[in-house]
């Protein structure tokens, strides 16, 4: 194959584990960065977050949007904010804004849904990436004919005991498939980009099922891969529970995934996340963006909803949100040699 188009690694599940436990890890980030300025150039994709409602139907064990949370805020974003939202994105030059929500199909109709795709892609030219969860085979193909781009759906982790006490009442497919997978291979056929991912760290996650999410990735052939250390909400189970991990969700461990999803996926989007940013505010992005991350979501949810989004404490973006500025950005990949391009 020519170098413009490099093979993915065969890495197998012992090279993984290797990779991931190795005492050091630098040769690993300088191979992923090298690899994704072959492939994405020097390039930074920024995509404007638009976080649509804290209100959620679901019971996640880890999520401080859980329905149980009591003392959870909930808010939904009116049509015209989002549009407001969409417009601004298109300001700013990001080429794509991605519209995610608690998982509500009582909120957010298989028909509001596609009429807003349809508004944005009308009034602004912006590309339309959706999270919103689990839906049914009608509601993601009417999305798709509305113009949706992309989906974004992380299946948290491969390991389907650990899976299935984290989303309590989560479905069985027929045949046993994790239920998000298939989801993720009916949208791929739909004609999405789609996008999947975990959270590191997880009580109860161990290195093995992490090194088989990171070859899941490849065999779902995935346009996008999100990773992020887990982060406890003390208003959850999860985080009440003393629940160990063989998993540290530090910045090293996540950039080693960020490294390894890199080499699996070469031409793959792997965005720098905001919680790597919140667990290591001053060298998170740098982090991300130096182990094979070519991707920097700006959250443009309006200041006065993004208290209420909070699948966990502490994000940098309400705590610090002059963190999240374009010149904060912009002056950090001129360090890095980097420059933003819109897609």
Request: net charge neutral; with cysteine; glycine share 8%.
């Amino acid at each position: 194959m020519p170098p413009e188009c490099p093979k993915a690694a065969p890495w197998t599940e012992a090279d993984l584990l290797a990779a991931l436990t190795a005492p050091d890890a630098e040769a690993l980030f300088t191979r992923a960065h090298a690899l994704r300025l072959q492939t994405k150039g020097n390039a930074v994709f920024l995509r404007g977050l638009v976080e649509l409602s804290s209100i959620c139907a679901r019971d996640c064990l880890y999520c401080g949007m859980r329905r149980s949370n009591l003392n959870a805020h909930r808010y939904a974003m009116d049509d015209d904010e989002i549009l407001a939202c969409a417009s601004l994105a298109q300001q700013l030059d990001f080429g794509t804004v991605v519209l995610q929500a608690g998982e509500c199909p009582q909120l957010w109709t298989r028909e509001r849904v596609a009429e807003l795709v349809r508004r944005i892609k009308g009034e602004t030219g912006q590309r339309v990436t959706l999270s919103l969860g689990e839906r049914s085979e009608a509601d993601t193909a009417a999305w798709r004919a509305a113009g949706a781009d992309r989906y974004l759906l992380r299946f948290e982790t491969s390991d389907r005991a650990l899976f299935t006490h984290i989303h309590p009442g989560a479905e069985t497919t027929p045949g046993g498939e994790h239920p998000r997978l298939a989801q993720l291979r009916r949208m791929k056929a739909q004609g999405y980009e789609i996008g999947s991912g975990v959270m590191v760290g997880l009580p109860g996650q161990t290195l093995r099922s992490v090194a088989r999410d990171l070859l899941l990735f490849r065999e779902l052939a995935l346009d996008m891969v999100g990773l992020g250390p887990y982060i406890p909400h003390p208003e959850t189970p999860l985080g009440r529970e003393a629940t160990p991990s063989e998993v540290p969700a530090t910045v090293d461990f996540t950039c080693r995934c960020y490294a390894l999803a890199r080499l699996l996926l070469p031409h793959a989007n792997i965005p720098s996340t905001t919680a790597l940013s919140t667990i290591d505010p001053v060298h998170g992005r740098e982090r991300g963006l130096t182990s094979g991350a070519n991707v920097f979501m700006p959250n443009l949810t309006p200041a006065n909803r993004r208290e209420g989004y909070l699948i966990y404490p502490g994000k940098i973006c309400v705590r610090a949100p002059e963190a999240d500025s374009l010149s904060a950005l912009h002056a950090l990949f001129a360090k890095l040699g980097l420059r933003h391009v819109s897609a």
